[in-house]
């Protein structure tokens, strides 16, 4: 696998078809999204990296500031920008009911568990499959972006029909279809080599 990695050293994913970059969720810069795990541009652990390269696949806390009182949901998106594919992977992607969290403006320890989830989040299909999906970068590839990305929308949440379609959409699609304006965003990001 080395060998793979480094071969690949010099093919990754572009910045610009990254979830922060869509056009549909451009808005103000207002939440500071932070983690007990990991600062901005630090490692992360490798309890959050995924179990075929040792990992336990355990997301990790987050917490946010405040997002604006008119928020009706949050968009969670985890992205690995540096993969080698044409667009980044997304390792998790989550809907955050505010008012229902058990905790106001956090997630606890693996709290985007596709088995049991925190309360208040609805995880929605990923790259891989549901839930979170932690770091698993080729080995020699270098160092990989890991990007936790929330978006505040302002808008009504939609009906049964609605929630059936978003829950069958790939990621892209899902994140590309929504039309609620965004209210206030933030990210926080790690990076995990092998």
């Not at 949901?73 to 997304?90: H, N, R, T, W, Y």
């Not at 059936?164 to 933030?186: E, N």
Request: with cysteine; hydrophobic share 40%; net charge positive.
């Amino acid at each position: 696998m080395t060998l793979l990695g480094t071969l690949l050293k010099n093919r990754r994913a572009r910045d610009i078809h990254s979830a922060w970059n869509f056009p549909n969720l451009q808005g103000p810069e207002l939440l500071i999204v932070t983690s007990e795990s990991f600062g901005e541009g630090e490692a992360i652990p490798s309890e959050h990296a995924g179990k075929r390269i040792g990992g336990k696949n355990v997301s990790p806390s987050l917490a946010w500031s405040p997002p604006p009182a008119e928020t009706v949901q949050l968009v969670l998106v985890v992205e690995d920008l540096d993969g080698p594919i044409s667009k980044p992977a997304v390792h998790c992607l989550a809907l955050i009911d505010p008012l229902r969290l058990d905790s106001p403006n956090h997630l606890p320890l693996g709290g985007l568990s596709a088995k049991a989830p925190a309360a208040g989040v609805q995880i929605r299909r990923s790259t891989i499959s549901r839930g979170y999906h932690g770091p698993e970068p080729l080995k020699g590839h270098g160092p990989h972006r890991y990007t936790f990305q929330f978006f505040a929308l302002l808008g009504e949440k939609g009906g049964t029909a609605y929630s059936a379609k978003l829950d069958a959409a790939r990621p892209r699609a899902l994140l590309s279809s929504l039309t609620a304006p965004v209210i206030a965003r933030g990210r926080l990001t790690g990076v995990y080599e092998r």
